[in-house]
């Protein structure tokens, strides 16, 4: 597989490091001079110098036969425009984009560039996944799919606790798909009931979260 990898900062110089390591070509593209000198010592002629929001410069990198390409810069308007000249210019068959700010997500989304990574929203999800309580955490966003996967926590004095799940009525195009009930892991069926602490997964399209989470709030 070959990926170019735009961006020479600690993401970069990581993936480059591991995706070499696995046998994978790669070509890292970075506009810092110093930072070219440095990083060629380790990779030698995997790294360029040069802009890759500039044709020019992906054309150089072999863009046109890449299989994936990651825009991991420092930033965020950067790695749209280099995923998006990939996508549509070079019909680079997988892009993906790295998001340094949260608040710049919906620019990612509106422009229809990604798969994202976003550490930040990452470490958030998790923080939230650990507190005794929380609403409703995103946990995965497909977005091929037009579907996300969330997590929601069965509230003491909830009025789903002790009810069947064939007893709910579930939003329209919601699926559970698991419970986690301490360390017990449960694949939900029709006849399962719902306790106060469960864990629940669930597969729904963007836009039903409130629905979700008005359902398990009610009391």
Do not use: W, Y
């Not at 976003?118 to 497909?142: D, F, Q, W």
């Amino acid at each position: 597989m070959f990926v170019v990898i735009a961006g020479g900062g600690k993401v970069g110089r990581t993936l480059t490091r591991m995706l070499t390591a696995r046998g994978n070509e790669v070509m890292m593209i970075e506009q810092n001079r110093r930072r070219v000198q440095r990083l060629t010592q380790e990779f030698e002629e995997s790294v360029m110098l040069g802009d890759a929001t500039e044709i020019f410069n992906l054309e150089r990198a072999g863009i046109e036969r890449a299989d994936v390409i990651a825009a991991v810069t420092g930033d965020d308007e950067d790695n749209i425009i280099i995923c998006q000249v990939a996508n549509h210019k070079f019909k680079v068959p997988k892009v993906i984009a790295r998001v340094n700010n949260p608040e710049n997500q919906e620019a990612f989304d509106v422009l229809d560039v990604g798969p994202t990574v976003s550490a930040t929203n990452s470490l958030l999800s998790l923080i939230e996944h650990e507190m005794p309580t929380h609403k409703l955490v995103h946990l995965l966003n497909l977005k091929k799919e037009n579907l996300e996967i969330v997590e929601m926590m069965v509230e003491e004095g909830s009025s789903l606790s002790h009810k069947r799940i064939e007893e709910i009525k579930l939003p329209k195009d919601v699926l559970l798909i698991s419970i986690l009930r301490g360390v017990q892991a449960l694949i939900p069926q029709g006849s399962t009931e719902l306790r106060a602490g469960d864990q629940i997964l669930a597969i729904l399209e963007p836009g039903r979260e409130e629905e979700l989470t008005h359902l398990f709030l009610s009391q």
